[in-house]
Structures are given as C-alpha cells and as structure tokens.
C-alpha cells in the first residue's frame, strides 16, 4: 500500500466500525469494488475510496456521526453544512491536506476523505427518473459552481438561471430544500429502482443489485458489497473488468496531498495570490455562457463526429466489399482471428469515447447521445458475434445499444446477438450468485451451440474443476490453449490439474500464466495458493537452498514479507561478494516502506551489514535512522551518535552523521561529515552511498 492508501484504510476502518456497532449497510462501490475483487485492496495506484449508502442508512449514518465519530473527523454533507460543494458526503480527516480542483477557493473541508454517495429510492426508469436527474443536475449546479452538470446532459437551459436568480433572492437553503422535497421524497418500500446521487452521471439501477448485502475482504477487513456484486461490475466496467489495464490507463486524481499539514495552512499560503471574488465572478460567468449556447455548442460537437463517423462507415463497407471472401462464411467457419484483424480499425473507431461516450463525468453526453455510422446490419451482426467470441461482450453489448438508439428497425440476427450476451451474462451472474446448477446447466447449453467461445470455455471448464470432473475438463483445457494460445487463464486451469502431481512444475504453469493475462482474479489465486502453500516451501527452498524458486515465488505474491525475507536469506547465503551484499541491501531498504518496516526486515539488514563489515553498533544506528522521520527524531539520533568515544568513530560512523544533517536541512554541515568519511576506512556499502551523496550534492 501506498501512503495515501494506508490513510484511506484507517478512515474506512473507522467507517465500517460505525456502522456495524448502529447496523448500519454500506456498500464496496467503482474501483474500490473492483479492488475487493481483483486485489482483496486497494487497486494499486487508486488513491480514493467510494462507498454507497441506502437514503435510510445514509441518514443514520448522519445521526449517529453527531455524536459517535473520532477526534479530528467531520462529516460533509448538504445536510450538515449548506457550503459545502458537494451532492454527495464525505467522511473527512481534519488534520491532513487533498485539496482537489473544487476546493481550490477555499470551500469544504479537504482534507483525505472517503466518498460515500447516496441511492436515492426512484419508482421508474421513465418519467420518474427523468424529472429526478433534470432536478439533480440543477441541484448539483447550485450546490457546485465549479463544475457544470446540466450542460453535459444539455437541460436546465432556462431553470438554472431562475432558480439561481431565486436563491440570491430567497437563500440557498430554501430553493435547496425546495428541489430535495421533490427529488428525495420517494418511499423506499414502493420504489423498484435506486439512483446514484451524483450530478456527474446519476447512474439507475435495479434495486435488488444491492440487496442486504454480501461480505468481502479489503486489506484484511470484511467489508459489505452488493449482492448482485459480478452484475454490478459488468454493468459499469463492462464483462472485463477483472483485467488489470495497461499503465497508460491508470487513473488518478489531481490535488494537493500532504500528511503533515493540513489544508488550511496550504490554504492561507496559496489563497493571498488569487482574487477569490473575481475568480468565482469568472466560474458563474462560464456555467451561464454553457448553458445559454449548450444548444449550439452540443450542435457543432455531433456534426464534427457525424463526420468521423461517416469515415468509419465508408471505410469499413469498403473492407468488406474488397476483403476477398465472405464474412458471413468466415463467421460460421469460426474465423474470429481473421474477421477480427479486418474489423479492428472499425471497433477502434465506432467505439471510441469520441463517438459512443463513456459513463464517467467527460463522457456521459456523448454515452447518452451516441452517433452511429449506420452500417448494414449484416456487416453489424458479423462484428458483434466476433466481439462475442472473443471475450469483448461488453462492446457487443454496446454496439447493440448505439444501434437500437437509431430507433430503425433491427434485424432477426441482432435480436439473436441480444439473447446470446443475455444468456452468456445469465449463466456469470448466478455462478457469482452461486447458483452453481442453474448456471453449470445454462453454460453446457451454451457450450454445446458454441464450443469456441472464450468465456463459455473458461466459465464451463471452470464448473468441471469444481465438480471434480477433472478428465473432461483437462480435454477442455487442451483445447483452449489451441484456441487461445499463451492465454493465462487456460494456463492456470492446466496448472490446477498438474498441482496435485507435482507442485514445483504447477508453479512454473502459474508463473507462465501469471505473465501471459492481465486478469487480475487469476493473479490473487495464484498469489493465495502460494501462500497457503507457504510452509512447505519454506522448508523445500532452505533444505534445497533454491534461489531460482524463492525469487520466482516473492515475485507471484509480491507483498508477503515471508516469501520476500526467504528469498533474502537464500540469497545471503550464497553471496560471495561484497557488491553482492550491497545490492541486497539497497533492495530490503527501498522495500521497507511496502512491508510497513516489517522487524524481519531489519533483521535481515542487521546481519547483511555485520556480513559487509561493518560494527554491531553501527547496523544498530543504520536501523534507527531508516526508521526517522521527525525532525526531533534526527535530532535524538545525532544526539545519541555524539556519544559515540572517537576511537569508534569510523567512515560509516560520519556518513550517517551526515546523512542526519542532511535531512535536518544542514548541508554544509553534512558535507563536511561526508568528506571526513571518505578520508576513513569504510565498508563497501558506506563508500557506494558516500558516492551517491556527494554526486547529489554536486549535481
């Protein structure tokens, strides 16, 4: 974990502590849903947490923070505090700093949060959820002046300015409630739906996705999610969700982050630099300017994109007409790998963000106003059954959707893709659901009409490892790592099969299927069985003083500080050289912070600097230094190293000297040290970072 994580963990600590001493539920939701699932944590480079609430819980929830809440947390919240620039809650640490783009003005409390957002009880998908989401995104654009809501769903053209002509007249608080006594007065026990009380997309769901929820773990808590969880995640990330994304796609969020000071001195230092009054003049100026040429602006937009669209369709008709061979032959014939390469440019194209949206905040206009370039829906019926076939059922679905939005009629065969992306979901949803005989009935079926589609195999081999039908699905997984070659899911099925023979030779099947698939579920099942397995390779690697096998298992489980010391003490053990000891070293000490400086950590540093030549006494004073952060600690510790007699005082002795002045700010003084030090004996490792120092201070 990261350190902005660690502190995200202990403010959701405090959550989950409070609602299970009132009965509160609470729900796991977005990436941190998909953290409980891929990872049982964080996603490794989220740095915020979302949870949902029921209105009923979520108003319990504000009740009982009133007086049962920890020193220096605040709940934020339209409810609690009129200023503050939210439609949604947050559960705020007081003494640290996240400044984020709507707080730059000085407004909320920003310090780290946890979001938790509301589900708004809703009696139907049609009118009912229309009039809630134009009143929502009003609300939003009164409450927030930062950001424009109504504008990406192109409504509220004239009721913003007269509702905010109202509230300067009448106050915030009157219109505000006026609006919530309308949107947030559904009863819960008459209401089939739930909206999400976000202006950015107030996403509708089915009430039952919720339920009373189920558990899961995060960072060793057992937390609540959604009962329909696998339905939940398929709807809004799409059916690959378990897939880690390439680095280029990590998201994150841009504020100002500090631990150590909180937001309002940030604040003060920043905010006598800006014009606060003018620069608010400025954000209600630009709302009121989107808003009064939306219209226009909405009109230039889809024009520039009916254009691209039109390219894609003239270039995928052409492709087609000119390809040599006939689609529809090559479907039935299970070409996927061909009619894919043909169809690539045009899924990259048709289902860009540009196009089609995305479900995010930037993208919900263009989500909720796709355009189409208006192919055959012979051509379409092709390009969806190939997606289907090849684990891409969420942009099958979505293609299907943009089609339907045309309001043409559609075709037998894509009513027949449809029902297959239903039935294939159907079959996921209660296997999740473990309804293991509804769902292991339901993929035979589909596995018999299409034996060479990626997630029926995977979803049907995996029914017959848990069913014990151990010989049939070996002959399944043959053949799907011929039909997928190098694919790491049928990989670790194969790996499964072998574990029971031999152990060893399964974990070098999981290592190659680990790097051979970004699904994150397989990683945390192997990075689970090895270590369940974990005292019988401890014992196997120190009886065999296997380095190759410790290596190659701290790298499948990466943050189990057992495997990692293992592999260091294995590799102690056969270092012959002093470069040798100082790498390993330099490894354990840039990896302190991952296992929260684990005592097994310094062991193994202890012993590495003794092994390196270095005094008893000195490895001790290195251990206390990398445990330093405070300034009153480097002052104990130069303290301390003051008393050392000067017949003890060698290079290794200077160089932490300096190294304490250093991260005091004194640098004359840790050059001086530092020079000193290079004029003595000095370890291997001691000369390294002396080098290292003094190219820095150079530089």
């Known amino acids: 974990m990261t350190s902005e994580q660690k502190k995200l963990l202990s403010l959701f600590k405090e959550i989950d502590e409070i609602c299970n001493r009132h009965h509160i539920v609470y729900y796991m939701a977005g990436g941190t849903l998909i953290g409980v699932m891929r990872h049982k944590g964080f996603i490794p480079w989220d740095d915020d947490m979302d949870i949902l609430m029921t209105r009923d819980n979520w108003h319990k929830f504000i009740e009982v923070t009133r007086y049962d809440i920890p020193e220096n947390r605040v709940l934020e919240c339209q409810e609690l505090d009129r200023d503050y620039p939210n439609m949604f809650g947050r559960y705020t640490d007081t003494t640290s700093s996240a400044i984020h783009k709507n707080q730059i003005l000085g407004d909320g409390i920003a310090g780290y949060v946890v979001d938790i957002l509301v589900l708004d009880p809703i009696p139907d998908k049609e009118d009912s959820y229309l009039k809630y989401r134009d009143d929502l995104l009003l609300y939003s654009d009164l409450v927030n002046p930062s950001l424009n809501y109504s504008y990406r769903y192109n409504v509220n053209k004239a009721r913003y300015k007269k509702y905010y002509r109202r509230m300067k007249k009448m106050g ?143 270039d995928i008709e052409y492709k087609v007409r000119t390809c040599g061979y006939d689609i529809l032959e090559a479907l039935n014939n299970e070409e996927y790998g061909k009619l894919s390469k043909l169809f ?37 019926y092709v390009a969806t059954m190939v997606l289907i076939h090849t684990n891409r059922i969420a942009k099958a679905d979505r293609l299907i959707q943009v089609r339907e939005l045309t309001k043409e009629p559609m075709g037998k065969e894509l ?32 596995f018999e009409k299409y034996p060479k589609n990626y997630n029926i195999n995977v979803l049907y081999i995996g029914h017959l490892m848990d069913r014990g039908l151990y010989e049939k699905a070996a002959s399944l997984i043959n053949d799907g790592m011929i039909l997928f070659p190098n694919d790491g899911v049928f990989l670790k099925y194969y790996g499964d099969l072998v574990y029971h023979k031999n152990k060893r030779q399964a974990y070098d099947i999981y290592e190659k299927a680990v790097n051979t698939t970004t699904n994150g579920c397989v990683h945390l099942e192997v990075k689970e069985k090895a270590i ?51 790498e390993q070293i330099l490894e354990i000490q840039g990896a302190l912070s991952t296992f929260d400086f684990d005592v097994k950590l310094f062991g193994l540093l202890h012993n590495l600097y003794c092994g390196i030549g270095e005094s008893d006494q000195m490895a001790n004073f290195r251990k206390k230094f990398l445990r330093t952060n405070a300034v009153s600690e480097y002052h104990e510790l130069a303290t301390e190293l003051a008393e050392i007699p000067d017949i003890e005082k060698d290079g290794t002795y200077y160089k932490l000297l300096g190294d304490v002045y250093s991260n005091l700010g004194l640098v004359d003084e840790a050059n001086q040290h530092w020079n000193h030090a290079m004029t003595l004996q000095c370890s291997k490792l001691t000369e390294y970072e002396l080098g290292m120092n003094l190219s820095k201070e150079t530089f």
Request: proline fraction near 2%.
């Open 344 to 380: 690539e440019k045009f899924f990259s194209e048709q289902l860009s963000r540009e196009q089609i949206g995305r479900e995010d905040y930037l993208g919900i206009f263009r989500y909720n106003n796709p355009v189409y370039c208006g192919i055959t829906d012979n051509i379409l």
């Open 532 to 582: 369940s397995d974990k005292i019988y390779f401890i014992q196997e690697i120190e009886k065999n003083c296997d380095v190759d096998m410790a290596e190659r298992l701290a790298k499948l489980v990466g943050d189990d500080v057992d495997y990692y010391v293992l592999k260091h003490k294995i590799r102690q053990k056969i270092s012959h050289s002093d470069n040798d000891i100082v």
């Open 415 to 446: 009513y027949e893709v449809k029902q297959l992306i239903a039935e294939i979901r159907k079959a996921i949803s209660w296997y999740d659901l473990k309804l293991f005989e509804e769902s292991f009935t339901q993929t035979g079926m589909l």
């Open 172 to 314: 915030k608080d009157a219109i505000l409630s006026e609006i919530e006594n309308r949107i947030f007065s559904y009863k819960e026990e008459n209401c089939p739906y739930y909206v999400m009380r976000w202006g950015g997309a107030p996403f509708l769901f089915d009430k039952d996705m919720y339920g009373e929820s189920r558990f899961g773990d995060f960072e060793g808590v057992r937390c609540r999610i959604p009962d329909r969880t696998g339905d939940y995640l398929t709807w809004h990330y799409g059916d690959d969700w378990m897939h880690i994304p390439p680095h280029s796609e990590h998201e994150s969020h841009n504020a100002i982050f500090s631990f150590t000071t909180d937001y309002k001195t940030i604040q003060k230092d920043y905010l006598q630099y800006i014009n606060v009054g003018s620069v608010r003049k400025s954000i209600i100026y630009r709302k009121n300017y989107l808003l009064k040429n939306m219209d226009k602006l909405s009109e230039i937009k889809t024009n520039k994109v009916k254009i691209l669209s039109y390219a894609t369709k003239c």
